[in-house]
């Protein structure tokens, strides 16, 4: 099933609700609810047929319409909806924002940090993956998406702890998670000292990012950023 089918089924569905089949049975005329779908009474048709053919609803034909009842499953596809909708709206933070960017070549130093055990340790534990040795780099050109780069600073974030070697110091790393061209999951990573300012992003992944998305230098990205609860 496409979204676009489950949105259709779920746009009938509370079209149906409003005029009272999750309550009750409602005799509903298909020419009516083609009114309030915007659509013609054949697709009207179409609609109930297939949802009555999944089992969000119990239709009954007679002459001058439909006898309508929304059934248990029906109503659970609704709560699904008032479910997402309420979390959206009462979101401490947006469950997710989209920035761009143009892939550039880095400094080379991705794969000497990221490879470090006790970081890599700490991205396997926390994101659930073993980072690729590397990392794909974007720069916001837009004041939009560096405005918006700015404020994930304040969202939680996974934090990965820093630690002393060979004389050094390396300092924490914060982490979001991310989808990549929405095809890759990955992450964005900032650390605490970095040589790039909030313009530039820098997304780890499990694959070479460069090779699994064909980019290469002054290509356009899009990175999906997925706030945490």
């Known amino acids: ?12 569905l509370l079209k149906l609700a409003e005029l009272g089949a999750h309550r009750r049975t409602a005799k509903i005329s298909t020419e009516y609810l083609a009114q309030k779908l915007g659509a013609s009474q054949q697709t009207a048709s179409r ?7 999944v089992g969000f609803i ?14 248990e499953m029906g109503i659970k596809e609704l709560n699904r909806l008032y479910t997402t909708l309420r979390f959206l709206m009462e979101a401490t933070y947006p469950p997710s924002v989209t920035l761009e960017g143009t892939v550039f070549s880095g400094l ?10 006790p970081y890599r340790k700490g991205f396997i534990e926390k994101l ?3 980072p690729f040795p ?8 837009t004041d939009y998406d560096i405005k918006t780069r700015n404020e994930l600073e304040g969202y939680p974030a996974v934090e990965i702890a820093g630690f002393k070697s060979e004389g050094r110091t390396f300092g924490p790393v914060k982490c979001y ?6 095809k890759v999951k990955g992450a964005l990573i900032s650390a605490l ?34 706030t945490l609860p």
């Open 108 to 117: 080379g130093e991705g794969a000497y940090y990221i490879s470090k055990e």
């Open 47 to 53: 609609y109930l047929i297939e949802l009555d053919r």
């Open 177 to 182: 998670p991310v989808i990549i061209q929405n």
């Open 58 to 71: 119990k239709r009954t034909m007679t002459p001058d319409g439909s006898l309508i009842k929304i059934t």
């Open 128 to 130: 659930g993956f073993d």
């Open 134 to 141: 590397g990392t794909l780099n974007l720069r916001l050109t």
């Open 1 to 12: 099933m496409t979204d676009e089918d489950s949105n259709r089924r779920v746009f009938t």
């Open 193 to 226: 000292r970095s040589h790039y300012d909030a313009s530039v992003l820098e997304i780890i992944a499990p694959a070479n990012l460069r090779k699994a998305l064909n980019l290469t230098d002054g290509h356009k990205a899009k990175v999906e950023v997925m």
